[in-house]
Each structure stands twice: as C-alpha cells, then as structure tokens.
C-alpha cells in the first residue's frame, strides 16, 4: 500500500507560522492513519524555521516576511528534505496544505501580504510534482482517493 506524505498541521500538528494548526478531520486521513500510510511532514520547520514565525510569503523568485526577511534558503531546505523524505519512503503522492509558501497546491497568496490569493504552487509541492510525486491539497480528497485506489 503507498504511503501518503501529508503535512504535518494537517494531522493537528501546531507548527504552522501562528503556532496553531489546520486539522483536517476526514474519514480518508482516519483510514491513512489507521493503516500506517501516513508520513506526517512540515517543510518550513524541517528546514529550520521556528514556531511561531511570520508569515512569509513568494515574492517573484524569494520567500520573505511580511518584515522583508529573506527565508528563502530554509524554504529550499525544507522542500528538498520533503522530496528526500518521499525517496528514501517511496511515497508516490503528498497531502499539502493548500495556499503554503511551501505547500500550497493550486493557490498561494500572492507575495503582498494582503491577504490575496492567486493561482500557483508552494515550494516544496512544485518540487515533489517535478520529480514525479502527485501533489493534493486538502481541497482534493476525492481525487486523492481515487488516485490511491
């Protein structure tokens, strides 16, 4: 059975950048969980980043703070210990929480810190999907499923 890479604040994790998290209580992820098919990860905190930390978010090709902080670096970081993580666990596919600097899989917002969201893709979701692992939001449980079979 494949395994699912799933971001860890999905799974009621507090590492989001306000300490809090975005649990996602569905009968998918009980089924996941229950079967031992899930590898909880959080990109911006494997790649060094502290709970909480401001919110940061793509501004052309950097990561920065709502303050101008540069953390690009710790993004890059914690995307390629994700792809690393599915390699050494040959995980096909990933569960990201959707509008994340790292993991957003459809929308991000858009690099004003505004609040304002545009189409596009976190970090760490753009590189799992361009080494062949398929990439779902929370937003796409259904096809998920349907993917795992």
């Not at 996602?24 to 229950?34: E, N």
């Not at 905190?45 to 401001?54: C, D, M, Q, S, T």
């Amino acid at each position: 059975m494949d395994k699912v890479l799933v971001s860890s604040c999905l799974l009621g994790q507090p590492v989001r950048y306000d300490g809090k998290t975005q649990t996602l209580r569905h009968p998918l992820i009980s089924q996941l969980i229950a079967q031992r098919r899930v590898v909880s990860f959080c990109p911006e905190v494997a790649g060094g980043l502290p709970i909480p930390r401001e919110p940061a978010e793509i501004v052309e090709s950097r990561i920065v703070t709502g303050n101008g902080v540069d953390v690009s670096a710790e993004f890059a970081r914690g995307a390629k210990l994700a792809l690393a993580q599915c390699q050494a666990n040959n995980i096909r596919f990933a569960l990201l929480k959707e509008s994340s600097p790292s993991c957003g899989r459809n929308t991000i917002y858009d690099g004003t810190h505004s609040g304002r969201k545009v189409m596009g893709m976190g970090w760490t979701a753009q590189l799992l999907e361009q080494n062949g692992i398929r990439v779902f939001s929370e937003e796409q449980l259904p096809v998920l499923n349907k993917a795992l079979g």
